[in-house]
């Protein structure tokens, strides 16, 4: 039994890390408002491509954006750190999409320590950014 509730308490013990991805396409249902009969509203195929990654301390809404710790450029892609460290605030994850106003925003949990996020500036979506090869936070 003491074993029992020593190897639990061990179990418990262990940090906790949580990964968290932004997904890499966006769908989108947007209804255009035509200003009149003579307009047509047309859309482009998706999927939306992640573009972006923004870290915020505490909500977006609140424009505290974390700074990058470091950023490289190395055989053909950007590399970007944000190292996060303890905050009173939660700290959120944004992912941008091309073509599109919408965003997808989630909290990371607590033990989320940094992000690390991989461009390709080969491709590009004009203003919107570069494609992001990979992205991860944990």
Known sequence: ?????????AVLALNVHAEVVCPD???????AVTP???W?????????RLTGVTVF?????QKHKVKPYSTKTTQGEVRIFWR????????????TYERTSANLVTVLPPGVTGCNAVFDPRVSYG????AVKRMVCN
């Open 57 to 61: 301390d505490g909500p977006p809404s």
């Open 1 to 9: 039994m003491r074993l029992v509730l020593a190897t639990a308490a």
């Open 36 to 38: 009149s009969e003579d």
């Open 127 to 130: 203003r919107e950014g570069y």
């Open 84 to 95: 996060l460290p303890v905050s009173r605030r939660n700290f959120h994850l944004m992912c």
């Open 25 to 31: 396409s966006l769908e989108v249902r947007q209804q």
């Open 40 to 48: 047509t509203a047309t859309y482009t195929d998706p999927p939306l």
